[in-house]
């Protein structure tokens, strides 16, 4: 891409332990190329441990992996998504987040996923994470009624579903949320 005049500005990785073999390899890469963001892989719940213990487990991660980060001067953001994953809720995303320096984890902050878990109640927290909101993801959807009657989400183009886009880039702009979106 450089080569033809095109920068890439952030990558998806499956960078979910500090500690494996690939992680630095891959940090180091970045850097030499000039890629500052990349979004890591998702962190799951263990289910014979509270979600206290869980989240305690994975702040001290977060905490290795901003030191590694600091070292290649790279940002992990982690995208927050619906579901019973980590980051489905958003609460806990400022539960890893809250002593970790923002220049280096944060958040990709995904306004449709926001949207499936928190119906109303998104900005409030996208206004807790603004500080780590390093990049973003822009999407809509609806939910739709499958032929057995099952609800589910279905994504759909931009503009066409439930995301309120007026509201969102009003508040990135209030919140002076600034960088790459995908």
């Known amino acids: ?54 989240l305690d487990e994975h702040k001290k991660t977060l905490e290795k992996l901003e030191k590694l980060n600091r070292k290649y001067d790279v940002t992990a953001n982690y995208q927050n998504h619906s579901g019973t994953r980590v980051g489905g809720p958003v609460w806990d995303l400022y539960f890893l987040l809250k002593d970790q320096d923002p220049e280096f984890v944060g958040v990709q902050y995904d306004v449709r996923h926001a949207t499936v878990e928190g119906g109303n109640s998104w900005p409030i927290g996208m206004k807790l994470l603004a500080n780590w909101i390093g990049t973003t993801d822009i999407k809509d959807f609806i939910w739709e009624k499958n032929d057995k009657g099952k609800w589910y989400v279905k994504n759909v183009p931009l503009g066409e579903g439930m995301v309120e886009f007026q509201k969102y880039f009003e508040l990135l702009r209030d919140l002076d949320i600034e960088g790459p979106v995908s």
């Open 1 to 54: 891409l450089q080569k033809n005049g095109v920068h890439s500005y952030m990558i998806t990785t499956g960078i979910q332990d500090p500690e494996d073999q690939y992680t630095e390899p891959i940090l180091k890469t970045m850097a030499d190329l000039g890629i500052r963001y990349y979004r890591m892989g998702y962190l799951k719940y263990d289910d014979h441990k509270s979600v206290i213990q869980n």
